[in-house]
C-alpha cells in the first residue's frame, strides 16, 4: 500500500510539473483540475498502469469517505443524518453503504486489498452473512477485481436454494397434513368395525394403526 501512495504522488507531482505548478503550494481548484488531467501515454503497459492506479485513488477515496462517516456518527450522533448526511452530495442509502465497508474493513472481517474498486459492489460483497461470505470465498469471490454481475449471480444462486428449501419444506407439511387425515379416516373406520365386532381398543388393532403412524 505504501509503495501504491508514492506511485500516486509522484504521478501528481509529474502532472503539477507539467503545468508548472509548485508542489509545495497548498492544493487549489487548479491543482485538483490537473490531478485529473490526461496524461500522454505511450504504451499499453503505460495505458493499464495509469487506469490501475485511478482506480486505487478511487478505492482510497471511498473507503476514507465512510471513515470519516463512520467517525461523525460516534461523534455527532445527534446531528449526524439532520445536519451532516443531509448536506452532502449523496443519499443517506449511499452513506450508509460507504460506512457498512468501512466497518467491514477496520473490523478485520476485510483486508482493503480484498475490496472491490467500486463502492456499490463492495457493499454487495460486505453484506452478505457469515454462511453466505464463506460460501462466496470458497468460491473465490472475495477479490478486488469481483465485478458486480458475478455477486449478483451468487446472490441469485442463495435465493433459488432457499427457495427451493423453503418450497421442500412446505411440501413435506402439505404431505403430513394429507397422511394424518388418512390416518384419521383410517382410525374412524376401525373404531367403526371394532364397535361392531365389539372389540375394545385395548387390542391389538389399535398396535396396528400406531405401527402406521410410527
Same mark, same amino acid.
Given at each position: 500500500?505504501? +509503495? ?7 504521478r501528481r507531482s509529474d502532472r ?17 483540475? +490537473? ?8 504504451s499499453e503497459a503505460e495505458v ?14 471511498? +473507503?476514507?469517505? !465512510? ?69 462466496a470465498r470458497a468460491q473465490g ?56 365386532? !365389539? ?16
Open positions: 500500500m505504501a +509503495l501504491a501512495k508514492f506511485a500516486v504522488s509522484k503539477l510539473a507539467a503545468f508548472g505548478v509548485e508542489e509545495a503550494a497548498p492544493e487549489s481548484m487548479r491543482t485538483r483540475a +490537473l490531478s485529473n488531467s490526461v496524461l500522454d501515454l505511450h493499464v498502469e495509469e487506469i490501475n492506479k485511478l482506480w486505487l485513488e478511487a478505492q482510497e477515496k471511498f +473507503l476514507a469517505i !465512510g471513515r470519516y462517516l463512520c467517525r461523525a456518527k460516534l461523534r455527532f450522533p445527534g446531528a449526524f443524518e439532520k445536519t451532516i448526511v443531509s448536506a452532502l452530495p449523496f443519499g443517506k442509502n449511499i452513506a450508509y453503504q460507504l460506512r457498512a465497508v468501512a466497518e467491514a474493513v477496520d473490523a478485520g472481517r476485510f483486508g482493503e486489498d480484498d475490496l472491490p474498486k467500486s463502492y456499490s459492489t463492495a457493499y454487495r460483497l460486505v453484506s452478505l452473512q457469515p454462511g453466505d461470505l464463506a460460501a469471490l472475495v477479490r478486488n477485481d469481483v465485478t458486480r454481475p458475478e455477486l449478483e449471480a451468487f446472490r441469485r444462486k442463495l435465493r433459488a436454494r432457499r427457495l427451493d428449501a423453503v418450497g421442500k419444506h412446505e411440501s413435506l407439511l402439505a404431505e403430513r397434513v394429507t397422511l394424518v387425515a388418512q390416518l384419521n379416516q383410517i382410525q374412524a373406520r376401525i373404531d367403526l368395525i371394532d364397535a361392531q365386532l !365389539g372389540v375394545t381398543a385395548e387390542q391389538p388393532h389399535q398396535e396396528d394403526v400406531d405401527a402406521i403412524v410410527m
